[in-house]
């Protein structure tokens, strides 16, 4: 069975930095994108950041600048580094990934969440 394990959430005061981690782990074929989603109360989930197996980033406008995705494959972990964080970064930060076990079929696999807190 594949599983996502995050940590590095936290509180931070505006304008400091956090660096959230998630390693996949399990029966894994293959991996194909991995990134990181956000939810804040009474707010839809949203799209963070992503990066595909071919090296392709792909940011959301209101961190591009600030965040910064990256991705060790031997490791088969994603890391996001958030940099001058404002009060509307709070939420709570899930990993996503799409992986391939042994079979065929590439299936969708989410972390448990962490919570990012920015406030002085």
């Known amino acids: 069975q594949v599983q996502l394990v995050e940590s590095g959430g936290g509180l931070v005061q505006p304008g400091g930095s956090l660096r959230l981690s998630c390693a996949a782990s399990?029966?894994?074929?293959?991996?194909?994108?991995m990134g990181w989603y956000r939810q804040a109360p009474g707010k839809q989930r949203e799209l963070v950041a992503t990066?595909?197996?071919?090296?392709?980033?792909n940011y959301n406008d209101s961190v591009k600048g600030r965040f910064t995705i990256s991705r060790d494959n031997a490791k088969n972990t994603v890391l996001l580094q958030m940099n001058s964080l404002k009060p509307e970064d709070t939420a709570v930060y899930y990993c996503?990934?799409?992986?391939?076990?042994?079979?065929?079929?590439?299936?969708?696999?989410w972390g448990q969440g962490t919570q990012v807190t920015v406030s002085s």
């Open positions: 990066f595909t197996s071919g090296g392709s980033t």
């Open positions: 996503n990934a799409n992986i391939r076990d042994y079979s065929v079929t590439y299936y969708v696999y």
């Open positions: 399990g029966s894994i074929f293959s991996i194909n994108t």
